[in-house]
C-alpha cells in the first residue's frame, strides 16, 4: 500500500505540474481550454469551471490539456472565436505553450530540492554526530547523537569529508575515536561494515543545517541545473556507446518509488525531482509526438513563413506515438524481466 500510495502521489506530481505549465500559458495567451485531465481512459469525475472541465481519468500514466483550434475536425470549436484558438495564435505563442509544460517540470526540481533543504537540511561538514543508526556498530560501541569525533586511530580530523575517508582507509580493521561529549573526552573502539557499495561505515550520520528558502531555491536551481547536464551527459555517451544503455520504464520507477520509500519522504521528494528532470528534458526530445517536436514544427513554420500541413503533422505524430508506445512495451517486458531475475 504505501509503494502504491507512493507511486501515485510522485506520477500525479509530475503529471499535474506539466499539463500546469500548458494550461496556465494557453490560458496567458488567451487559447479557450476545454479540458485539464490527469490520467487518461475513462473519466472517475470531473468538476466544470468556467470554460474548462478538470477531470480524474483511470490510468495515471499521464495527462492532457484540450486546446480550442488543435484539431480543425474538432465539431466542439465551431462557433468559438477564432482569436480565442491555438492555432491563430503566433508561432512564438504557441511554442510558449508547448514548452511551458517541460519547463514546469524543471521548476518542480527545484522546489523539490528547495523543500528538502528547508525541512530537512544538508549534512554539516562539521564531525558532530547527528544520528546513531540502531544495531549499527556505533551504538554497540556507545556512541551517541552530539558526539563530536576528535581523532581516528590518533589521526586529527576536521571535518565530515575526513572521517570518512580516514575510516575507509582502515578496511574493516576496529577504529580508535577519541570522542568530545559536552565537557569530556572519551577513547572508544568502533567496528566498521561494508556497504552495498563498497564503503566501511560504522552507522552515524553528520547533524543536518536547514538552508532559508532564497539559499534554499537557489541551491535547488543548481542541483537542477547539474542534474540536467549529467542526464545529458550520459545520454550522450550511450549514442556514442561508451556506456550501455540503461532505459527504465513505469515497472522500474515504480520500483525506485518503492525502495526510496522505505527511507522516508525526503528520499521520496529526491526521487521524484530527478524523474520531474527526466520527464521535462524527455518532452523536449525532437520526437514525433513528444513537445520538441511540436517546438521543431512551429520554428519551421516562423523560418518558411507557413505552417505544415495539419493533417500532415497529425500523421507524424501519430506514427511517433505509436513508436513511443512500442519502445514502451519493450522497455516494461524488459524491467518486469530484470525484477524477475533479480528476485531470485
Do not use: C
Not at 212 to 224: E, K, M
Not at 297 to 309: A, C, D, M, Q, T
Amino acid at each position: 500500500m504505501q509503494t502504491f500510495i507512493a507511486s501515485v502521489v510522485v506520477f500525479g506530481l509530475l503529471i499535474f505540474f506539466h499539463e500546469l505549465g500548458h494550461f496556465l500559458v494557453a490560458k496567458r495567451v488567451g487559447i479557450m481550454v476545454h479540458e485539464f485531465s490527469l490520467g487518461f481512459g475513462p473519466k472517475l469525475f470531473g468538476v466544470h469551471r468556467g470554460e474548462t472541465i478538470y477531470n480524474l481519468r483511470l490510468l495515471p500514466l499521464g495527462g492532457f490539456v484540450r486546446m480550442a483550434g488543435m484539431d480543425p475536425n474538432e465539431e466542439e470549436d465551431k462557433g468559438i472565436p477564432i482569436e480565442k484558438t491555438f492555432n491563430h495564435k503566433t508561432a512564438l505563442q504557441r511554442a510558449a505553450v508547448i514548452i511551458a509544460g517541460p519547463l514546469m517540470n524543471f521548476i518542480l526540481a527545484a522546489v523539490l530540492f528547495a523543500a528538502i533543504l528547508m525541512i530537512q537540511g544538508v549534512p554539516s561538514t562539521t564531525t558532530v554526530i547527528g544520528e546513531v543508526i540502531a544495531g549499527s556498530p556505533a551504538q554497540k560501541a556507545g556512541l551517541q547523537m552530539g558526539d563530536q569525533i576528535k581523532t581516528v586511530n590518533q589521526t586529527a580530523i576536521e571535518n565530515w569529508d575526513q572521517l570518512v575517508t580516514e575510516t575507509n582507509k582502515q578496511a574493516g580493521k576496529p577504529l580508535q575515536l577519541k570522542v568530545q561529549r559536552d565537557t569530556e573526552e572519551i577513547l572508544l573502539t568502533v567496528n566498521t561494515v561494508k556497504d552495498e557499495t563498497g564503503q566501511y561505515k560504522m552507522g552515524i550520520r553528520p547533524t543536518m543545517q536547514q538552508q532559508n528558502p532564497f539559499s534554499a531555491l537557489a541551491t535547488g536551481v543548481t542541483y537542477t541545473v547539474q542534474i540536467t547536464g549529467l542526464i545529458i551527459t550520459f545520454i550522450g555517451k550511450m549514442f556514442m556507446q561508451q556506456v550501455p544503455a540503461d532505459l527504465g520504464g513505469p515497472v522500474r520507477v515504480v520500483n525506485e518509488i518503492s525502495k526510496a520509500a522505505e527511507f522516508g519522504i525526503f528520499q521520496v521528494m529526491q526521487l521524484a525531482a530527478f524523474l520531474s528532470i527526466n520527464l521535462g528534458l524527455f518532452n523536449l526530445f525532437p520526437i514525433p509526438a513528444l513537445d520538441g517536436s511540436r517546438v521543431l514544427f512551429l520554428l519551421w513554420e516562423k523560418i518558411s513563413g507557413r505552417p505544415v500541413e495539419a493533417a500532415k503533422e497529425s500523421f507524424i505524430h501519430l506514427i511517433g506515438f505509436g513508436l513511443l508506445l512500442l519502445l514502451m512495451v519493450v522497455i516494461t517486458y524488459n524491467d518486469i524481466v530484470s525484477l524477475l531475475f533479480s528476485n531470485r
